[in-house]
């Protein structure tokens, strides 16, 4: 039995977090008052993907604090992708949450989620006032357009982070980029496998600590680079 009097059996919540001193004791505190209500069971983990600030020495103190709290240290500042893809390893329950440690996201927005995923394999929001500079927007606009026209495929937002999934969706699902693809690689494949997912508005707000680094050249450059060399591999693989 997956659900029980509305609520899921069995919750992972994780998300990765660079550079976060500022966000991450109100991220975790967020988590712990939500989770509860949506899940008889949950765990969180905090993947410190290489921060040269206090994250780590903070994530270690809630840990050692409250035994549903996990973190995972990556020694450096690996890549979006690859904290993704820590964070879906280290994962135990039946289901999976991920967001990021922005604090950008009220958290409390996943319960809807949880009703809504009776019936498919995963939910994933998009953001319906997306609270970043036009750069980021425009970026993002031009970058949904591509995907879509080299992989046909078609959600409202792809890199927004706030998705929930069984976690049958991951079972064999090889995820390889370690950058800002790892969104688009994993819906394109999850979609291939004939997985059913629904899409749900969430509210974003500014982020009042921390800085983006989404917009970060290095960044942009890596993900059209992990960008074609995924479509030319996924597409020699379709033939």
């Given at each position: 039995?997956e659900?029980?009097?509305?609520?899921l059996v069995?919750?992972?919540?994780f998300?990765?977090?660079?550079?976060?001193?500022?966000?991450i004791l109100?991220?975790?505190?967020s988590?712990?008052?939500a989770?509860?209500?949506i899940?008889?069971?949950?765990e969180i983990?905090?993947?410190?993907d290489?921060?040269k600030?206090?994250?780590?020495e903070?994530a270690n103190?809630?840990?050692?604090?409250d035994?549903?709290i996990?973190?995972i240290?990556h020694?450096d500042?690996?890549?979006y992708?690859?904290a993704i893809?820590s964070?879906?390893?280290?994962?135990?329950?039946?289901?999976?949450?991920f967001?990021?440690g922005?604090?950008q996201f009220?958290?409390s927005?996943?319960?809807?989620?949880v009703?809504?995923?009776?019936?498919?394999?995963g939910?994933?929001?998009?953001?319906t006032?997306?609270q970043?500079?036009w750069v980021?927007?425009?970026?993002?606009?031009?970058?949904n357009?591509l995907v879509?026209l080299?992989f046909?495929?078609r959600v409202k937002d792809?890199d927004?982070?706030?998705k929930?999934?069984?976690r049958?969706?991951f079972?064999?699902?090889?995820?390889e980029s370690?950058g800002a693809?790892?969104?688009?690689?994993?819906?394109?494949k999850?979609?291939?496998?004939g997985?059913?997912l629904l899409?749900?508005g969430v509210i974003?707000?500014?982020?009042?600590?921390?800085?983006?680094?989404?917009a970060n050249?290095q960044?942009?450059l890596r993900a059209?680079k992990?960008?074609?060399?995924?479509?030319?591999?996924?597409?020699?693989?379709?033939r």
């Amino acid at each position: 039995m997956e659900r029980k009097l509305g609520k899921l059996v069995g919750l992972s919540a994780f998300f990765p977090a660079y550079n976060e001193e500022g966000n991450i004791l109100s991220m975790c505190s967020s988590l712990t008052n939500a989770l509860p209500q949506i899940a008889d069971d949950y765990e969180i983990i905090v993947v410190n993907d290489g921060s040269k600030d206090r994250t780590g020495e903070f994530a270690n103190r809630l840990a050692q604090n409250d035994n549903r709290i996990r973190v995972i240290h990556h020694e450096d500042n690996f890549g979006y992708g690859a904290a993704i893809r820590s964070g879906l390893c280290a994962s135990r329950m039946e289901y999976i949450f991920f967001t990021d440690g922005d604090n950008q996201f009220d958290v409390s927005q996943l319960s809807p989620f949880v009703s809504d995923i009776y019936g498919f394999d995963g939910v994933i929001g998009f953001r319906t006032n997306r609270q970043d500079p036009w750069v980021r927007k425009l970026n993002a606009w031009a970058w949904n357009q591509l995907v879509r026209l080299l992989f046909g495929l078609r959600v409202k937002d792809i890199d927004c982070a706030f998705k929930l999934f069984h976690r049958r969706v991951f079972k064999g699902l090889q995820l390889e980029s370690s950058g800002a693809m790892i969104s688009t690689e994993m819906l394109v494949k999850i979609k291939a496998e004939g997985f059913k997912l629904l899409e749900r508005g969430v509210i974003h707000s500014p982020r009042v600590a921390g800085k983006q680094t989404g917009a970060n050249l290095q960044v942009i450059l890596r993900a059209f680079k992990e960008l074609f060399r995924f479509y030319n591999k996924f597409k020699g693989e379709k033939r």
